[in-house]
């Protein structure tokens, strides 16, 4: 739950129960679940591996004509 929100609704005089609802309901919409870590983990590895791929391809060819001089 999130205290600053169940504090302004009971403030803005909503009822106990409807407020901590209300509290938790933001807090469970706002925290990442394990397919939402997964999805991102995979999105990474795949980003990770493009970039290898990238400088693979520009730092060899950089290595080859460096080294035929």
């Known amino acids: 739950m999130i205290v600053e929100v169940y504090e302004a609704l009971k403030a803005a005089g909503a ?3 409807k407020a901590i609802r209300a509290a938790e309901a933001v807090a469970e919409s ?3 679940s394990k397919g939402d870590v ?3 983990e995979k999105r990474v ?3 990770e591996i493009m970039l ?4 693979t391809a520009v730092v ?3 290595i080859k004509a460096l080294l035929q001089h």
């Open 15 to 17: 009822p106990e129960d």
């Open 30 to 32: 706002q925290t990442a």
């Open 38 to 40: 997964l999805r991102l």
């Open 45 to 47: 590895i795949r980003i």
């Open 52 to 55: 290898a791929i990238v400088l």
């Open 60 to 62: 060899i060819p950089l």
